[in-house]
């Protein structure tokens, strides 16, 4: 990546006046261009292919899978890669699983447009990129001998639900935010409930709440 001058970009949202809205700051930069864009998992793991991209800039909530599942996918089919995850919810309840699955950076989007740029330029250079916040989270970390916590067992959609379910969100408006079926919303709330050994939505808000996993 280092002997190119021009950093090719991939956008992933489902939101069109957010990929307006990142396509507008990204052209006023003359090192970055963006090469394609998806309002799905689907169509960005089937399109980043032709677009030839340096770095993708995906979305954690897609309407048809998780961002993280795609993300997962992503990496497999093309290892170097530099996916930087985006998020609406703070770091320190998906970054960490992000770079876990092989993400190389993650930002919210609440972030500056000087940072953003500053991101996907470190990440196109094989570097990682965290906000100075989450480092010093991480740092905590480090040394720390504990057992795995119990909503780490989740899968991504599970722990998503998790977090939607604990912030007040009814399953009908998990449903509407993921474009699920409240059934299957239902059935992601009954599995993580089992294998968090919880009781009801009142115990697993309690326990997000005592974890920080919400506001």
Same mark, same amino acid.
């Given at each position: 990546m280092k002997e190119k001058a021009i950093i090719r970009v991939f956008i992933a =949202? =489902? /939101?069109? *006046?957010?990929? !307006?809205?990142l396509k507008q700051i990204l052209a006023d930069t003359k090192d970055i261009i963006v090469a394609g864009e998806a309002e799905n998992g689907h169509d960005a793991i089937k399109r980043f292919r032709a677009a030839k991209c340096h770095v993708m800039l995906l979305d954690i909530s897609l309407p048809d899978r998780s961002g993280i599942d795609v993300l997962k996918q992503i990496k497999k089919d093309k290892p170097e890669l530099a996916?930087?995850? #985006? +998020?609406? /919810?703070?770091? =320190?309840?998906?970054?960490i699983r992000s770079l876990k699955a092989g993400a190389a950076g993650y930002l919210t989007k609440q972030s500056a447009p000087r940072e953003l740029v500053t991101a996907i330029r470190q990440v196109a250079e094989g570097l990682k990129y965290i906000s100075a916040a989450l480092a010093q989270e991480l740092a905590n970390t480090v040394g720390e001998d504990h057992e795995t916590a119990l909503h780490e067992t989740l899968s991504d959609r599970e722990y998503q639900t998790l977090v939607l379910i604990a912030s007040g969100k009814t399953v009908g408006? *998990?449903? !509407?935010? #993921?474009? #699920?079926s409240a059934k299957t919303v239902s059935e992601y709330r009954a599995r993580l409930l089992l294998k968090m050994k919880l009781k009801? +939505?009142? !115990?697993?808000? /309690?326990y997000a709440i005592r974890n920080q996993l919400v506001d």
């Amino acid at each position: 990546m280092k002997e190119k001058a021009i950093i090719r970009v991939f956008i992933a =949202d =489902d /939101h069109a *006046i957010v990929r !307006e809205g990142l396509k507008q700051i990204l052209a006023d930069t003359k090192d970055i261009i963006v090469a394609g864009e998806a309002e799905n998992g689907h169509d960005a793991i089937k399109r980043f292919r032709a677009a030839k991209c340096h770095v993708m800039l995906l979305d954690i909530s897609l309407p048809d899978r998780s961002g993280i599942d795609v993300l997962k996918q992503i990496k497999k089919d093309k290892p170097e890669l530099a996916v930087l995850m #985006l +998020s609406m /919810h703070r770091e =320190d309840q998906y970054a960490i699983r992000s770079l876990k699955a092989g993400a190389a950076g993650y930002l919210t989007k609440q972030s500056a447009p000087r940072e953003l740029v500053t991101a996907i330029r470190q990440v196109a250079e094989g570097l990682k990129y965290i906000s100075a916040a989450l480092a010093q989270e991480l740092a905590n970390t480090v040394g720390e001998d504990h057992e795995t916590a119990l909503h780490e067992t989740l899968s991504d959609r599970e722990y998503q639900t998790l977090v939607l379910i604990a912030s007040g969100k009814t399953v009908g408006a *998990i449903a !509407e935010e #993921l474009k #699920l079926s409240a059934k299957t919303v239902s059935e992601y709330r009954a599995r993580l409930l089992l294998k968090m050994k919880l009781k009801n +939505s009142a !115990e697993l808000t /309690h326990y997000a709440i005592r974890n920080q996993l919400v506001d």
